[in-house]
């Protein structure tokens, strides 16, 4: 989910929980070099220095002497003009103009550039610049998105929503950045302290730290103890690693609190963000929603996918668990490693034991000799970012061959399969060793819709030897099912040390019934954490809320608004605004939920969710054709969703237009073809217009792509019973038997087919 700005900056501040109140105010780099010329040195040189930077002779590294570029029938020119650079392309109205590049964005290994556009929107163009050498095949200019045809009004086009720099990129490139988002005019003011990602940053606001320097005239007690820094970083004060006998060295003391990764983790993680003000952005999860190890974004055994960054995969890792933390490996003020490739491991990892063919079973000083090579294999993003994976696991062609995830053998050796590089793997001997993500089987069976998947998440969930992202992560899959079992789970975790738990276990309880919830989640809403509070709240507005006691409705309200403040932070963001309305129609707010979800389709007219959540308005008040009506321009601006295809379809079906229904349905499953539900419901309007054959071929298509979908299964024995195929029937309720053991509606269907295999007659 992605979150959203607030026109009235002031109104988090307000809703902030109590705190010492922040007077420092932002100096910039500059200031530190006098007393850390070192660091300074570094940092100066580093790309978080290179991160943004305005477009002169200096920064800008592409090619701008008439460079060519043609993708489909734009061709795009790159040029100089009066000693500014400038790119001529197709606009927001399709139409070929010259736009002036404003800014860089990064150095290597490419670099992008920002165009401003009217409403102070600075926008990142989609072909960027290989700035690698040329012998690496660099040096020249790439599209981003080369798979796709992009179109002015597309999201993704360089001109869309999401390529706004306001929203998507500015955070994490500048220094104590404000995007002043106008949600009443749909403008940006954004600006910044720094333009690039200078030291405070990372340190906070060093004002107060200049006047410790001098002194600590006027600064408190606990100001001088931290420098005149709201925080320090000092997980690493005072710690040694001692060696055991096997080669790997332990901490000497617990790691504490996590302030240096997750101070790291509001850039370089997969998040939403709902606040800005620097005592809340060093407090992670007052500012900052993480993504959990989620489909679609990792694979079931945790490895990066989509571009996830790396605190959720770093999180989930064994060295995380021993207490090593990001500077243990990476110089903070350069960004380089602290020492070169296998040296940075052996700080821990004797390289007596581990850095030597006896161990990586490799020609020393090979390739595949690399620590990194084995345990952190890369995956490219923007085509030709190679990043690593910072789960650290051990290589598993087991489970490339059970549940299809990647491994690092088959990276290097691709004219290999995995069954090549198991039998490798057994043959050194080093297969009796799972790694840290023993959870991947049963996010495997989870993401597969297989039997017993439900107790398989709840057993990582309630297991305290898994990383807290795992466990919120098999929460977050168990969202949705109400099952007793998983209420009590969810229930118990809501006292979880880790606020990624406690968050996943609130959402988890949105499903309970009106009192459960209200006695599971009264306590979370005087959580410290903000993000704990804010999902408390949403889960219990609406029924949820009528249950709690008077002093806990004050608690809630303070906590809603929290909510309601996060979500405007990011207002210029259709989801943000499809949140709120979802918030108002839990709260029985039909005409304000409306309103909302007209404003996200205002920001984004191919935003689906909005366009059917505001056709299902119209349909509860009785007003069918309009909501056909809406979805039917929805599609017609967004013609490659499955979700507005469906539900146009069930409009028409409501209708009684069942020629035209049937066409849509088709176009949904088309569309979305891994969508089970989708073809479920086509197939079942096939069937009853007459068309048995192809609904059971659909069916049976859509069971070769989710085998355990009960829908289908359930569909596709029915109908096959009905052709007196009684056979085939009784596997697929056997399938079914399987998933629901339990179900005595399954268990008859099975007995009834079985008496008909013996007397077929009856």
Known sequence: MRLF??????????????????????????????????????WRKSHHAGAMQIADEKNVLGDFNDAHFRKGSIETTFFRRDGKY?????????????????????????????????????????????????????????????????AAGDPLHWTGIDQNWNYQCAWCHSTDLKKNYDPTKDTFATHWSEISIGCEACHGPASRHLAWAKGGAG?????????????????????????????????????????????????HSRRGQFADAPQDVHHFYDAFRPATLAPGLYYPDGQQR???????????????????????????HSGKL?????????????????????????????????????????????????????SIRIPRPDRTISMGTPNACNKCHADEDANWAEAALKGWGMTNNPGAQTFAE????????????????????????????????????????????????????????????????????????????????????????????????????????????????????????????????????????????????ARGKIDAAQAEFAKALALDKTFAPAAIQLAEIAR??????GAEAILAKALADNPRSGPLAHALGLSLIRQKRTAEAVAKLELATKL??????????????????????????????????RPNDREILAALASYEAQEGDYASALGHVQALQKLEPDNPRIQGFADALRAKLVRPEQ
């Not at 690496?136 to 599209?143: E, I, L, P």
């Not at 790997?248 to 509001?266: I, K």
């Not at 996830?308 to 110089?331: E, W």
């Not at 086509?682 to 070769?704: F, I, M, Q």
């Open 5 to 42: 700005i607030l026109s009235v900056t002031l109104l988090v501040l307000v809703l902030a929980p109590a705190r010492a109140k922040d007077t420092a105010a932002f100096v910039g780099s500059e200031s530190c070099a006098a007393c850390h010329r070192a660091q300074y040195e570094d």
């Open 86 to 150: 400038f790119v001529r392309t197709d606009g927001p109205d399709g139409k070929l103009a010259d736009f002036e590049i404003k800014y860089t964005f990064g150095l290597s290994p490419l670099q992008q550039y920002l165009i401003e556009l009217p409403g102070g929107r600075l926008q990142a163009f989609g072909i960027a610049w290989d700035s690698r050498p040329k012998e690496h095949g660099g040096q020249k200019w790439f599209d981003l998105y080369p798979n796709r045809e992009l």
């Open 219 to 267: 600064l408190t007690p606990d100001e001088k103890k931290a420098h005149g820094f709201a925080f320090r970083f000092d997980q690493r004060k005072g710690v040694t690693w001692t060696p055991n006998p096997q080669g790997t060295a332990a901490r000497s003391q617990p790691p504490g609190a996590r302030t240096e990764e997750l101070v790291c983790a509001g850039c």
């Open 306 to 332: 989509e571009e996830v960054y790396n605190f959720a995969s770093f999180a989930q890792s064994r060295m995380h668990a021993a207490g090593v933390t990001c500077s243990d490996c990476h110089n903070p």
């Open 338 to 390: 602290r020492l070169p490739g296998n040296q940075v491991c052996g700080q821990c990892h004797a390289a007596k034991v581990f850095d030597t063919p006896a161990h990586h079973h490799h020609p020393q000083g090979s390739p595949g000799a690399q620590c990194a090579a084995c345990h952190m294999p890369t995956t490219n993003y923007m085509v030709i970012h190679a990043r690593q994976d910072h």
């Open 442 to 585: 049963a996010f495997a069976l989870a993401d597969a819709d297989g039997p017993g998947a439900t107790g398989a998440l709840l057993g990582v969930a309630n297991d305290s030897g898994q990383s807290s992202i795992a466990r919120a992560s098999a929460l977050a899959r168990l969202d949705g099912d109400a099952a007793p079992a998983v209420i009590e789970a969810a229930a118990q975790l809501t006292k979880a040390d880790d606020p990624m738990i406690r968050v996943a276990a609130a959402e988890v309880l949105a499903n309970a019934d009106s009192a459960a919830k209200a006695r599971a989640l009264a306590p979370l809403l005087r959580d410290p954490t903000r993000l704990v509070r804010m999902q408390a709240a949403r889960s219990l507005a609406g029924a949820g809320e009528a249950n709690l006691a008077p002093g806990d409705l004050v608690a809630f309200e303070k906590a809603l608004d929290e909510y309601v403040a996060g979500e405007m932070f990011t207002a210029e963001r259709p989801e943000s605004r499809a949140n709120l309305g979802a918030l108002d129609l």
């Open 620 to 625: 509860h008040r009785g007003d069918e054709p």
């Open 672 to 705: 979305a073809p891994d969508n089970a539900h989708y073809a479920y419901v086509y197939a079942v309007a096939l069937h009853d217009t007459g068309e048995p054959a192809k609904a059971r071929e659909v069916l049976r298509a859509a069971l070769a792509r």
